[in-house]
């Protein structure tokens, strides 16, 4: 066996320990506190709200580390959950180990833990979202023998005081180095400061978004990761969402992950790449490079699911002004090859076992690639309202019943687009598409018709799909779209309610 080395792990833990976070245990923790200053535990689990929760534990002596480390804490779950009753609230909270990171913002040496739910009888809550997403990838890999990977493009604004030197151009800073990007600075530290934690990003860049507006400009950025276990791929997002909102605090800059902040103006996604994973091989391909049978079944089953799939992706009324024509965003149930007008795209593969590297750089020996190692889909139509617990845990049910469904190959063929849909010359192919539900009640009733498939097996609970329902239609949006159209200053009052949404 090759033994790993960890001298590049971002995380000072696991590069202390030397060891893969998923084999950390008490003692390891223990180990890293002692002999490493450290003086408060942090304890940080995610709300119905989609952020996460903290509790702050001083650390005098090593009993008490001990207790806290093995027996958790209590916290009132009415609080935290909508379909938890206050008569019954009581919840326990215990520290995944794996989860270490160092508090970057702490005022004192601080290690921070993700925690697992607990009812009162001692068992995991399976209405818990984290809870929900560990079901929904244990039945895929039950049913297919295949594990689910995932991976977020994180999206947001950044907001400061606007310059007059170097200014950048309107919808057009894609990738943008400074000085005309003026927040790469504040996008590196972020990353720096992500990376520490133990997530793994594949890049980041400025991205199309910016305009100016009352003497501030808004830079669109992006966090991308690399596809990981789906359950990791989530805690990844909610840690690096609460990094970027402290690290630009403590810059004086603002942040918001909301979807649409002004009309006319790119909104901002939650893209979820999903991948198809056996014994370490991506599974993605076949033997000619193409697109697998199973990577189509996959994509069958999010073709299916994608009217109810928007009621966990897209969880506020402003979800519904981003999903809408010509603004790279889908509005249609469909797919494609490189294709940023459908719902699911297949993006460019290095299908191909050419060394490409060694054409770039003239001279050098070639070396075997493997043309399937990056191989992905995406699925567009998510933004950052959502519990991303919830959503990938959609998104692993919804390809479980890809491969549950006997007609798949065909679903996908059906759904196959190869053109831009939004062009007049294609109004025919959209006409026969399946439409993305157009605003949160719609979503809901979406939900509402399709929620069998994500109760089966017990992935998700009745009482979680009934407060998603629940909360959708409690929006009354069903006529917002029009009333926001003919009343300008009704956009504006719904952009500073949702701005911190997530």
């Known amino acids: ?46 709300a119905a709200d989609g952020r996460l929760k903290t509790l702050n ?17 209590r916290v009132d779950g009415s609080s935290l959950f909508r379909h938890i009753e206050a008569g019954n609230s009581d919840l326990y909270v215990l520290p995944r180990y794996s989860t270490a990171f160092v508090d970057p913002f702490s005022p004192v040496p601080a290690l921070n833990m993700l925690c697992t739910y607990f009812d009162k009888d001692g068992n995991v809550l399976d209405s818990a979202p984290a809870a929900t997403l560990d079901k929904a990838c244990t039945e895929f890999t039950r049913a297919t023998g295949l594990e689910f990977h995932a991976m977020g493009e994180l999206e947001y604004y950044v907001i400061g005081e606007a310059e007059t030197h170097f200014p950048a151009t309107d919808q057009r800073n894609y990738h943008e180095s400074a000085p005309f990007a ?14 520490r934690t133990g997530a793994q ?64 103006k790119a909104g901002s996604g939650l893209h979820v790449h999903m991948r198809l994973m056996r014994d370490g091989h991506n599974m993605m391909l076949d033997n000619d490079l193409k697109l697998s049978a199973d990577a189509r079944r996959l994509i069958a089953g999010m073709m299916v699911l994608a009217p109810s799939i928007t009621a966990f992706g897209n969880a506020n009324p402003t979800s519904y002004f981003r999903l809408v024509p010509h603004q790279e965003a889908p509005t249609n149930v469909c797919w494609g090859d490189r294709n940023r007008s459908v719902l699911v795209r297949v993006p460019l593969g290095w299908n191909t076992r050419e060394d490409m590297s060694a054409v770039a750089n003239p001279g050098i020996t070639p070396v075997e690639v493997d043309p399937a190692l990056k191989q992905t889909v995406e699925i567009r139509s998510a933004d950052c309202s959502a519990d991303v617990y919830q959503l990938i845990a959609a998104l692993a049910v919804a390809a479980r019943h890809g491969f549950e469904m006997p007609d798949a190959l065909k679903i ?21 598409l399946a439409t993305l539900p157009v605003n949160c009640a719609d979503s809901a009733s979406k939900l509402e018709a399709q929620r069998a498939v994500y109760e089966s097996k017990g992935v998700f609970s009745a009482a979680m799909i009934d407060s998603v329902i629940k909360r959708l239609r409690d929006y009354h949006d069903e006529n917002l779209a029009a009333e926001a159209k003919a009343d300008p200053a009704l ?12």
Not at 182 to 195: H, Q
Not at 492 to 499: C, M, N, P, Q, R
């Open 412 to 432: 996908a063929a059906d759904t196959y687009v190869d053109v831009n849909i939004h062009d007049a010359a294609h109004a025919d192919r959209l006409a026969t």
């Open 182 to 195: 003026k927040f790469n600075e504040f996008r590196v530290e972020c990353m720096d400061a992500v990376a």
């Open 201 to 264: 990003i594949k890049y980041g860049h400025s991205e199309v978004g910016n305009f100016t507006l009352d003497g501030k400009v808004y830079e669109q950025n992006e966090i991308e990761f690399l596809p990981v276990d789906a359950r990791q791929a989530a805690d990844q997002l909610v840690i690096a969402k609460w990094i970027i909102r402290n690290m630009a605090r403590k810059h004086g800059l603002d942040v918001t992950f909301a979807p649409k902040i002004t009309t006319g």
């Open 57 to 73: 534990f001083v650390i005098n002596d090593m009993a008490y580390l001990e207790t806290i480390l093995t027996m958790g804490e």
């Open 491 to 502: 956009m504006g009052s719904l952009v500073k309610e949702y701005f911190y949404c997530g």
């Open 1 to 46: 066996m090759t033994t790993r080395n960890f001298s590049l792990h971002r995380n000072p833990v696991v590069r202390y320990l030397a060891k893969d976070p998923s084999t950390f245990d008490r003692a390891d923790i223990i180990n890293y506190i002692v002999n490493n200053d450290i003086t408060m535990v942090n304890f940080m689990y995610p």
